[in-house]
T-cell receptor, first 111, second 115 residues
Framework: GNSVTQMEGPVTLSEEAFLTINCTYTATGYPSLFWYVQYPGEGLQLLLKATKADDKGSNKGFEATYRKETTSFHLEKGSVQVSDSAVYFCALSKSSFKTIFGAGTRLFVKA | DTGVSQDPRHKITKRGQNVTFRCDPISEHNRLYWYRQTLGQGPEFLTYFQNEAQLEKSRLLSDRFSAERPKGSFSTLEIQRTEQGDSAMYLC?????????????FGEGSRLTVL
């Protein structure tokens, strides 16, 4: 079946460090891929998405590229801030009603 | 613009009791979803409505769980004869049908603790 695997956390970085959170997926066909973020005390919200191979999603300095050949959608940011501390979820969707989420990766950014 | 709201935010109950959660989606969204999230895991799909029709149910949704969306607006999720394994965060999300970007808009969740 369809699934998403992302790196375990927590990830702890100093401010202005480079961030990578790995995400790989298993799915037939061509799913849409997403990164959601959950800030403390808030609901999940969409961070970025890509709908086809080689698409790059970007938002708030975060980027992720849909790699069909490696079935990956790694999240990157060049310089993290304390305000980026949150839980990040990689997700895929093959239909309009069912989205499958990874287990989440908690990020702590120290000042 | 109000987002998705859920009520109650927290519920503590004893095993065997019934609980009901309510979700009010974004007003112009036709699609409504329920997910369950346990500690250290991502959300797991439970069920989906388009307007008032429940179109899909996960095998995770045992017969003790029932969800309704009677007028195609708010939805309720009822759990009967709760068990300790039901302790989780219950998330509601909505999305529009007119522009299908795949994006889900989540509420803050209802946390259930079964003692």
């Amino acid at each position: 079946g369809n699934s998403v695997t992302q790196m375990e956390g927590p990830v702890t970085l100093s401010e202005e460090a480079f961030l990578t959170i790995n995400c790989t997926y298993t799915a037939t066909g061509y799913p849409s891929l997403f990164w959601y973020v959950q800030y403390p005390g808030e609901g999940l919200q969409l961070l970025l998405k890509a709908t086809k191979a080689d698409d790059k999603g970007s938002n708030k300095g975060f980027e992720a590229t849909y790699r069909k050949e490696t079935t990956s959608f790694h999240l990157e940011k060049g310089s993290v801030q304390v305000s980026d501390s949150a839980v990040y979820f990689c997700a895929l969707s093959k239909s309009s009603f069912k989205t499958i989420f990874g287990a989440g990766t908690r990020l702590f950014v120290k000042a | 613009d109000t987002g998705v709201s859920q009520d109650p935010r927290h519920k503590i109950t004893k095993r065997g009791q019934n609980v009901t959660f309510r979700c009010d989606p974004i007003s112009e969204h036709n699609r409504l979803y329920w997910y369950r999230q346990t500690l250290g895991q991502g959300p797991e799909f439970l069920t989906y409505f388009q307007n008032e029709a429940q179109l899909e149910k996960s095998r995770l949704l045992s017969d003790r769980f029932s969800a309704e969306r009677p007028k195609g607006s708010f939805s309720t999720l009822e759990i009967q004869r709760t068990e300790q394994g039901d302790s989780a965060m219950y998330l509601c999300a909505s999305s529009p049908t007119t522009v299908n970007t795949g994006e889900l808009f989540f509420g803050e969740g209802s946390r259930l603790t079964v003692l």
